[in-house]
């Protein structure tokens, strides 16, 4: 598999919604 | 750092972390939410001397280990033979599904009755949550926090041989139990060798004042040994029905999330639930479970662009051995063709800036010692659902210092791996 790694992670608002069946993504979710 | 549509300006000033730590006040603003730390920066003063004299390259060499192991499961669980070095055993079967290596950000939770706090690795690839514990029957490594003492709690229970439960241990550390006077074993050894083994027992956590679960299943290590840098433990936020996210699904519906900090001198947050709030601006991408390892959180990538041009991959790169997201791998690794491509971009628009050595993984670095900007260009991703996702110009480079800084992606050795 690939594997999207903690580096590229880094200021996004990384959301997983498991029951959803989705995992999300935003800009600048640090500040 | 200014931004075009094509290219990020970064003054090297700020590529290299700041000795003190610049917190934010995310966390501390959002309902059942936990301030996230990197376990090497000065956010994160933890009582492993070691741990910051650990070098990049040996950072990479850990994040190699770790990735190695999740090939490996793929590979065995689907029948085909990897060619992937399984780590030696030692005491414990080694379980190729769950891998600690590398894994970086740290929070902080409650433990027990009363409370005691602990800083635990938090680890989206990995189910099980274990903490050390006295009174340490063979090892324990030095962390930030006294030891949890089962003893001095008075809601702390161990679970039988005979309880259904003993027998969910296997699925989340690939690991049968043991049993021991009755009393419930656990064990699970990591990518890196790295291992736990303990009580399996319930615990009243506290993830925030107002999040307190009573009875969760944790394991108490008794035999604790590995690259845990002061970390108390690991908070397993897999799929498995054993990791925190689905022990707390009656309140937070199997709902998180995270941002991780930009350097290592600032902090982030985990929240559980929607916090009050998930942002407006979030893209959702469906969720793709990976028959070969259910715990881990699948994606679909389409398409990569670098500089705004989008790179020619066919899709069939993306779609033989799938993706997944992990809050524990360090560097992004992408399919064989995939990453040529992007390499032969990236170099394409870097081309003025003197070259440097290979930094283990790494094998497109620069020597920016005479700079100070450099342009590089912007990368994105691009996932199942038209979702597009910018690369922050903190996860486009990698470095040791600014005569070797590198391409933050690396290559799997295989297509399908």
Same mark, same amino acid.
């Given at each position: 598999v690939a594997i999207f790694g903690n580096v590229q992670q880094q200021t996004l608002e990384v959301v997983y919604d498991a029951n959803g069946g989705r995992v999300g993504f935003a800009p600048n979710g640090c500040s | 750092?200014?931004?075009? $549509?094509?290219?990020?300006?970064?003054?090297?000033? /700020?590529? %290299? @972390?700041? @000795?003190?730590?610049?917190?934010?006040?995310?966390?501390?603003?959002?309902?059942? &939410? =936990?301030?996230?730390?990197?376990?090497?920066? @000065?956010?994160?003063? *933890?009582?492993?001397e070691k741990s910051s004299s650990v070098s990049h390259s040996e950072i990479l060499q850990q994040d190699q280990a770790r990735v190695d192991s999740i090939h490996s499961k793929f590979a065995k669980n689907?029948?085909?033979?990897?060619?992937?070095?399984?780590?030696?055993?030692?005491?414990?079967?080694? *379980?190729?599904? &769950?891998?600690?290596?590398?894994a970086n950000y740290i929070v902080?939770?409650?433990?027990?009755?009363?409370?005691? $706090?602990?800083?635990?690795?938090?680890?989206?690839?990995?189910?099980?949550?274990?903490?050390?514990? $006295? @009174?340490?029957?063979?090892?324990?490594y030095k962390q930030k926090e006294p030891i949890f003492d089962p003893r001095l709690s008075t809601s702390y229970s161990n679970i039988s041989c005979s309880s259904t439960l003993c027998s969910s241990l296997s699925s989340a550390t690939g690991n049968s139990p043991g049993c021991e006077s009755s009393t419930c074993i656990y064990g699970i050894? #990591?990518?890196? /060798?790295?291992?736990?083994?303990?009580?399996?027992?319930? $615990?009243?956590?506290?993830?925030?004042?107002?999040d307190v679960f009573p009875g969760f299943l944790f394991g108490c290590g008794? *035999? *604790?040994?590995? =690259?845990? /840098?002061?970390?108390?433990?690991?908070?397993? %936020?897999?799929?498995?029905?054993?990791?925190?996210?689905?022990?707390?699904?009656?309140?937070?519906n199997k709902l998180f999330s995270y941002c991780l900090p930009s350097s290592s001198s600032s902090t982030g947050h985990l929240t559980f639930g929607n916090g009050g709030g998930i942002s407006k601006s979030?893209?959702?991408?469906?969720?793709?479970?990976?028959?070969?390892?259910?715990?881990? #959180?699948?994606?679909?990538?389409?398409?990569? &662009?670098?500089?705004?041009q989008t790179l020619p991959i066919q899709s069939s790169v993306f779609t033989t051995a799938g993706a997944i997201i992990d809050s524990g791998t360090v560097i992004t690794r992408l399919p064989p063709d995939a990453y040529s491509a992007l390499r032969t971009a990236f170099r394409q628009q870097m081309s003025k800036y003197p070259t440097a050595p290979a930094l283990s993984i790494l094998d497109t670095c620069y020597d920016f010692s005479n700079y100070t900007t450099i342009s590089v260009p912007e990368i994105s991703f691009s996932f199942k659902g038209g979702v597009l996702v910018n690369i922050d110009e903190t996860g486009l480079l990698y470095g040791t210092s600014l005569s070797q800084v590198c391409l933050a992606f690396a290559g799997n050795s295989e297509a399908s791996d």
């Open positions: - | 750092e200014a931004k075009s $549509e094509t290219s990020v300006t970064i003054h090297l000033s /700020s590529f %290299l @972390p700041s @000795p003190v730590c610049s917190p934010s006040s995310h966390a501390a603003g959002r309902k059942s &939410s =936990l301030e996230v730390v990197h376990k090497r920066g @000065p956010c994160f003063r *933890n009582g492993d689907s029948g085909i033979a990897g060619d992937v070095k399984q780590p030696d055993a030692a005491e414990l079967p080694a *379980n190729d599904g &769950s891998v600690v290596g590398s902080q939770v409650g433990l027990g009755t009363p409370k005691k $706090e602990l800083s635990l690795v938090f680890d989206t690839g990995s189910d099980l949550t274990w903490t050390q514990c $006295e @009174p340490c029957v063979k090892a324990c050894k #990591y990518g890196d /060798s790295s291992i736990s083994a303990g009580f399996f027992a319930k $615990e009243t956590i506290s993830l925030t004042s107002s008794e *035999n *604790n040994q590995g =690259l845990f /840098s002061g970390a108390a433990g690991l908070l397993g %936020l897999g799929r498995d029905p054993i990791s925190i996210v689905s022990q707390t699904a009656s309140k937070f979030v893209q959702f991408t469906p969720l793709s479970t990976i028959s070969q390892g259910t715990s881990f #959180y699948g994606l679909d990538i389409t398409g990569i &662009s670098v500089g705004g």
